[in-house]
């Protein structure tokens, strides 16, 4: 599970590189505690189909709703026999839910909020299917790294098609990445990082935000910048280590400096060092 850090910059979209995304298609109130519950109780005891066949019994914008909050839910909450292909299930059908209303829908500009909401939903099933959260120790397979390449490539090319700005490129461009980090194709990986990381300085630079590795950097530019050096230590090119280096040391320094952004600071570099322990050795 993410910490509370990571959720509420999810919430606000202020950081950049560690978070999920909130659904754009404006809904009614969510559904209380009791439909959560419902679904928890179905998918442990029969699976994640009796998940999608719930959700199938309520009207088209019940639906989103329902299946933005299985994704949060099965992601971030605990449930019995908690795994990632059940999770990942329930979120492919939440987003060919999304495309089908697309399709249906005959209004330019409705059409388009519908296709961003299976975008968001993809992008946030192949966050959570990325090995690179703290403490996150659920059985990871060839498998989901392949289904969350495939999510994170489907969230690229609705973003093209939707005309999205650089921080959802950047971070589309590190799910992408980061999932053929996983399957070792570093090199691939290390083009979607640099691709990454110049989107997040774009999107500083638009917001009127510290590009620089130091403190008073964005923190989407520090973390996307710790993978490039990740992704280049990996490969043992010249500058090796150099870039991951200097966004730990921001980090520590931020945190050090700025004792109210203290856990976002803490948190870019709990995730970069449980990615290098997993690739680094």
Known sequence: MKP????????????????AEEGPVEEKAEFPETEWEEMRALMEKKGADAVIEFVAGF????????????????AYRDWEGKNLDDLATVVQAGIAEG?????AETDAAKAAKLLDYANVLSYNLAADLAECWPGDTLPRDKRHFEAGLKAAADCLRWREELGKGPFPFSI??????MHLLSLGETH?????????YKFAVEFAKAEGKDTSLSAEGEFGVLLAAGYVGLAEWVLGEDAEKAHYEEAISAFK???????DK???????????EWVKGKFIK
């Open 253 to 259: 320094e931020g945190a050090e400096k700025y004792p």
């Open 188 to 196: 691939a990986a290390l083009e979607d990082f640099r691709k990454s």
């Open 262 to 272: 203290k856990d976002d600071f803490q948190f870019g570099i709990d995730q970069l």
């Open 172 to 177: 589309a461009y590190w799910a992408h990445g």
């Open 99 to 103: 495309l089908r209303q697309a399709r």
């Open 59 to 74: 009207d088209d914008e019940q639906r989103r709703q329902l299946y933005s909050l299985a994704q949060r839910g099965f």
């Open 4 to 19: 509370l850090a990571a959720l509420i910059m999810l919430l606000t979209l202020t950081a950049s590189l560690t978070l």
